[in-house]
């Protein structure tokens, strides 16, 4: 089956250190979407790719950061710059029309 | 710019009765499509249901239902005959599609309670 794979599903992060999320999809979407949801709260949009070797910062992309090298594939940094990583982070996958997101089941990034 | 608006933080439902929940909506773009997610406790985002901005009937989908009202811009989820495992928060998207963008825009959700 078709689908979205994150991992891992948790990860603990030491103070100063980079940690990348995995985002793997095989149902050939070519956009891929990074979301941050904190406890409680909505989805907000780190960074989108509408096609290989692009992607574009959403609506709170700093101390992150992605690549797109393959269609399949969209890993995101978490890096030393992002002072307050504690969330749970959504990997997400849409055709190229107006469809419904596809989601992974998530990776919660917690600080040692 | 678009924006989802979602004004029920929480809501509560009796099991086995119907529960609106509200979604509006801004947008400039003549065409666009509006989703509904559910999130359960556990994370992972399942989608619900899908109405076109130029489809001429609400959307159903089982025990959901789309009450979609373009002049005022609201597309509302029905949910008939509550269950306990409706218990989630609920989520309101909406994309443009002449925009050129792939770029999805949520609601901040509601999160509904279903008691036995």
């Known amino acids: 089956d078709g689908g979205i794979t994150q991992s891992p599903k948790y990860l603990f992060r030491k103070e100063g250190q980079n940690v990348t999320l995995s985002c793997e999809q095989n149902l050939n979407h070519d956009a891929m979407y990074w979301y941050r949801q904190d406890p409680g709260q909505g989805l907000r949009l780190i960074y989108y790719s509408q096609i290989v070797n692009d992607f574009q910062k959403g609506d709170i992309a700093e101390g992150y950061s992605v690549s797109r090298e393959k269609k399949e594939s969209f890993p995101l940094t978490v890096t030393s710059a992002q002072k307050n990583p504690t969330a749970f982070y959504l990997c997400a996958s849409s055709p190229p029309f107006v469809q419904p997101q596809h989601f992974g089941d998530g990776t919660r990034l917690s600080i040692l | 710019a678009q924006k989802i608006t979602q004004t029920q933080p929480g809501m509560f439902v009796q099991e086995k009765e119907a529960v609106t929940l509200d979604c509006t909506y801004d947008t400039s773009d003549p065409s666009y499509g509006l989703f509904w997610y559910k999130q359960p406790s556990s994370g992972e985002m399942i989608f619900l249901i899908y109405q076109g901005s130029y489809d001429q009937q609400n959307a159903t989908e089982g025990r959901y239902s789309l009450n979609f009202q373009k002049a005022r811009k609201s597309a509302n989820l029905v949910i008939s005959a509550s269950q306990l495992g409706d218990s989630a928060m609920y989520f309101c998207?909406?994309?443009?599609?002449?925009?050129?963008?792939?770029?999805?825009?949520f609601g901040t959700g509601t999160r509904l309670k279903v008691l036995a």
């Open positions: 998207a909406m994309r443009g599609l002449t925009s050129g963008t792939y770029k999805y825009i």
